[in-house]
């Protein structure tokens, strides 16, 4: 199995690396708040499919204390970005030679900042539920795959690469489905094509995802949304199938009442991700022509949110390293 | 002067009820809730202009107490037209020939329906900002101004008629500010360009206009939103003037921060004025082949958390008669 570092050992990073750890493989934990509660509990994922515990788990407490690993899984939010890549920037041979930086991260276009280090990069797509309850416990809730693609520069097509094999190799002795995709800037598209109505909607209406579905008018809201950012993805050379509203649709119906990712993070007073989720996908559109004014609308309405509760200084803590 | 009664004797219509029968106009109170303690304490304005207070007013608890006007002064919420409607109908007669029905409600499209009655219809625009403190109170904060145009029938431009000229000088001896235009669903067009953009958002974002106008996305957005309440308007034949847009931005940026009329609706539990504020506007839009998007964004969310509040079975009363 390969070597990994966790950076971002929180809900997400927490979920993987767990996960991988617990099928064998060498994983370092960077936990800058809470490392001795890590150091002496260990680490737990409870889960409906089984709760695993790592009694012990090998924590860094700080950028110095890691070791060279072949992939250096970064699991913070957007916001965290700037963070992390100063700390990445003069320690590049963290990551071994064929080695890469594996971002699991929401929105597009955020490769680009960590390839500028000269590192390879892969992007990763997490489809996961899960919560960090306290820094030595990670709950999963529902879901868990991970889509991942490789970052070329001007964004063509990747393919599949060796390395990408052998991570989905790693996650499937993990009991964790992967999903290797030959276009990551097509799968992002995809993704923020759920992501770009939702997560905004339930910040902005405080709304969990049915209520959002039982309304006729914020479906209709949703649908304009979704067809904005499918005329932007095909803009870019990335048609999605016809069929891909009314599937996404359907399926959040029926899912359980969830509360997205960015509404988690303005319930927490955490930064939210309007950039990477709202703002590039604005940026993107303009330059190939695309309007997109119902996504502008809901990038405004969440800046201002976000803008709003960090002047009121609330004093919730980043999850990220 | 003419004989007033005033349907809606709230922080509009008690307002100009009020002036007018300070300034010794016959002035009838429709006052359903409360009418005891109107008879009982009387009706007292406060206001930074001077209080009135009228010891004694003539109050009619029902319809059926009310006797013939020249100018039924209805001011109720737009929600409570299908009330005033169904009560007006068999009572065309309380409205004396040569008078009106003059409607103070904000929106647009309203007075067709008060026009099917057979009664001559004026509109009216209040710029004030008021509240009703309790059934004997109301408290005038700022502005007061009323513009008051004719309805016809196919929406031309109605002049202004010898009752319109009657009810203005009528204002004027009761010290309140009376604009006479003759195109009434220009000047609808017009108070909805500001309307459009602060009414929703201060719901949607609760948020005054102050904090909407002190953050550069808001103002974008509400820009945005502005431009296409212009286009709208162009559609129908209603231009407004090129600086309006810039002109209203300024005067909100120096206001008092102030609660839109909407946003005192939802925090009382009220239903909105979704429907002539922001639905009709969509479709007048729609007639004319205008793309609303950004107010289409407005209206289905605002519509999404008033259709929310009433179904949690927010107990707020309206201020409608």
């Known amino acids: 199995m390969l070597r990994y570092a966790v950076v971002g050992s929180g809900a997400v990073g927490g979920f993987y690396g767990i996960r991988l750890a617990a099928a064998g493989a060498d994983v ?54 700037p963070d992390v890549l100063a700390n990445l920037a003069g320690r590049t041979g963290l990551v071994a030679p064929g080695g890469a930086v594996l971002l699991v991260q929401n929105g597009i276009g955020v490769e680009g900042s960590y390839a500028a280090t000269g590192l390879p990069v892969l992007g990763g797509l997490a489809f996961l539920c899960s919560q960090r309850r306290d820094p030595a416990h990670i709950a999963h809730l529902d879901f868990g795959a991970l889509t991942i693609g490789a970052h070329t520069t001007g964004e063509a097509p990747g393919g599949i690469t060796p390395l990408m094999e052998a991570i989905a190799a790693d996650l499937a002795a993990a ?8 276009d990551l800037v097509r799968a992002r598209w995809r993704k923020l094509m759920w992501n770009v109505p939702f997560n905004p909607l339930s910040v902005i209406l405080d709304a969990t995802t049915d209520l959002l579905m039982a309304d006729p008018d914020t479906v209709a809201l949703v649908t304009r949304v979704m067809q904005e950012v499918a005329a932007a993805a095909a803009a870019e050379g990335r048609e999605l199938p016809g069929t891909l509203i009314a599937d996404l649709l359907a399926a959040t119906a029926a899912m ?16 939210l991700e309007v950039d990477v989720m709202l703002a590039e996908p604005l940026r993107r559109a303009a330059r190939t022509g695309v309007p997109m004014p119902t996504v502008a609308a809901l990038h405004d309405q969440v800046a201002f949110l976000d803008r709003r509760a960090r002047a009121v200084g609330a004093a919730g803590q980043s999850a990220a390293v």
Chains 1, 2 share one sequence.
């Open 175 to 182: 009991r964790t489905e992967a999903h290797l995709d030959p």
């Open 28 to 81: 370092q934990f960077l936990v800058r708040r809470g490392a001795a509660v890590v150091r002496d509990r260990g680490l737990t994922l409870t889960s409906p499919e089984g709760t695993l515990h790592l009694p012990s788990v090998r924590v860094a407490g700080s950028w110095d204390q890691l070791e060279p690993v072949d992939v250096l899984l970064v699991a913070v939010k957007a916001t965290a970005n």
């Open 256 to 271: 359980t009442p969830y509360a997205t990712s960015m509404k988690l993070d303005a319930d927490a007073g955490r930064p």
